[in-house]
């Protein structure tokens, strides 16, 4: 992010925005990066909340932001200019900016030579009116085209339009049944021991954070642990978990867990969030795949790395760093950590294979593949509403292909089977 403490006080904000905007769509991962920068922590608390509004609003319809913009430049404009009228149009249209000021303040973030055409592309579309409100503006090209083969035009559309919404907060209880937190919080139960909240802010303010009685988790996220069916007495391997969602809900389940991930500074998040919750798990910092442990175990939970499409909600900007050709070393990648998954699994086990992806490489093909490799697993399919999830997920094969829109108020995108290897 670029330094911006000398700017006048209605820039500060813009140009942390700008700074979000331009980390987030540089490079994988980077709205995540780009929001931990130390300069967007020197802000007032008042412009970090709008610069991050204003970056997320942003990258929420970047798609049909685009589509104005390229109507309206004869040739793209410098990367920095582009960003600076992205930002423009959504403070007007998104934001409630009055138009004057989104005007105004992107054209003194301009560059002096981009200054007349800040001004002329803004003024122009914002005579125009509002932006189109069309869901299939609002995803990628190449990834609408994939979601409409794989599920059809009326689902498709169901997915993109849930590009636009900003999600609520999801909360996973430590014990289930606490309805004092759900009343602390004023949250809705959704089944199964995820809450919904509408509350804004820092969630580590919030009752019972300290206490560790509740974890941030997407209800989606939540079930593929859930659907694992932890108990006492069970032993679990979570091999790909960090920062720990699914592992905290294993051991609060009274499993005994061994937690794994290739990333030692994701592994302490996992360290902490163990602490916070006041629960137990073993951690190793390891590549899963050449774990040298011979150990097998009841349960075996792959959350495995992906091109996390369907977490779009709350990363918008995954949509728009996704390349097709990554989605081809990803599923390499996920069949060879099932590989190692399938052999760690005890007679009688079960396997449960989840990714935060919409795309079928990466979850049904890797289900079919691991079935047709090692003809002693089987499905164990999944029930229609099983562990708080939308039935309207379910596959024919007892899978769960977790849709945004399949729920109301939206649910990160999900593939999840269960596999068994019987006793
Ligand atoms: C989808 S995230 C896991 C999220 C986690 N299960 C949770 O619920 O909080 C995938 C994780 O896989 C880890 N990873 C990637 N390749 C791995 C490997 N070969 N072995 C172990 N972990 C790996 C990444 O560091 C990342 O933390």
Redesign the pocket.
């Known amino acids: 992010m670029r330094p911006s403490r000398s700017l006048p006080p209605p820039l500060l904000a813009r140009s942390a925005a700008l700074g979000l905007l331009e980390g987030a769509l540089t490079h994988r991962g980077g709205l995540e990066g780009a929001l931990a920068a130390p300069a967007l922590a020197a802000l007032s608390s008042q412009d970090r909340a709008f610069a991050r509004a204003l970056a997320m609003a942003t990258l929420r319809r970047l798609g049909v932001i685009d589509q104005v913009l390229r109507a309206r430049l004869a040739k793209p404009p410098p990367d920095r200019v582009r960003d600076i009228l992205r930002l423009g149009l959504a403070q007007a249209f998104f934001l409630d900016t009055p138009d004057f000021a989104a005007v105004d303040t992107s054209v003194a973030l301009a560059p002096r030579a981009f200054r007349g055409l800040v001004n002329a592309v803004l003024r122009g579309a914002l005579r125009e009116g509002p932006l189109p409100d069309d869901p299939a503006g609002l995803a990628p090209d190449w990834l609408l085209a994939r979601w409409r083969a794989q599920f059809g035009e009326a689902q498709a559309l169901g997915v993109a339009a849930a590009i636009a919404d900003e999600p609520d907060h999801d909360l996973s209880l430590r014990d289930p049944d606490d309805g004092e937190m759900v009343t602390a919080l004023e949250a809705r139960a959704l089944g199964a021991g995820s809450i919904r909240l509408e509350r804004r802010g820092d969630p580590a303010s919030w009752p019972g954070y300290a206490e560790g009685r509740w974890w941030v988790?997407d209800v989606a996220?939540a079930a593929?642990?859930r659907l694992a069916r932890p108990a006492p007495g069970k032993t679990a391997l979570?091999?790909?978990?960090?920062?720990?969602?699914?592992?905290l809900q294993l051991a609060s389940a009274g499993a005994t867990v061994t937690a794994?991930?290739?990333?030692a500074p994701?592994?302490a998040r996992?360290t902490a969030n163990l602490k916070r919750t006041g629960l137990a798990a073993e951690s190793v910092a390891?590549?899963?795949?050449?774990?040298e442990d011979d150990r097998r175990f009841d349960i075996v939970?792959l959350?495995?790395?992906?091109s996390?499409t369907g977490a779009f909600r709350r990363h918008p900007d995954v949509l728009w760093n996704a390349r097709p050709s990554d989605l081809a070393s990803l599923a390499r990648?996920q069949s060879?950590?099932l590989a190692a998954a399938a052999a760690r699994l005890a007679p009688g086990g079960v396997l449960v294979y989840?990714?935060?992806s919409l795309e079928a490489e990466e979850g049904e093909a890797q289900a079919k593949a691991i079935l047709s490799r090692h003809p002693e697993l089987r499905t164990d399919p999944i029930a229609p509403g099983e562990a708080g999830t939308t039935p309207a997920s379910l596959t024919p094969e007892g899978w769960l292909r977790l849709l945004p829109h399949h729920r109301e108020g939206g649910q990160d995108g999900f593939f999840i089977a269960r596999l068994v290897r019987p006793a």
Not at 238 to 247: E, H, R, S, V
Not at 303 to 306: L, Y
Request: aromatic content about 2%; proline content about 8%; charged content about 20%.
């Open positions: 988790q996220a593929p642990a979570d091999m790909c978990a960090a920062p720990g969602g699914k592992t794994l991930d290739l990333s994701r592994l996992l390891v590549d899963a795949t050449r774990w939970l959350d495995a790395p992906c996390s990648v060879r950590l989840s990714v935060c």
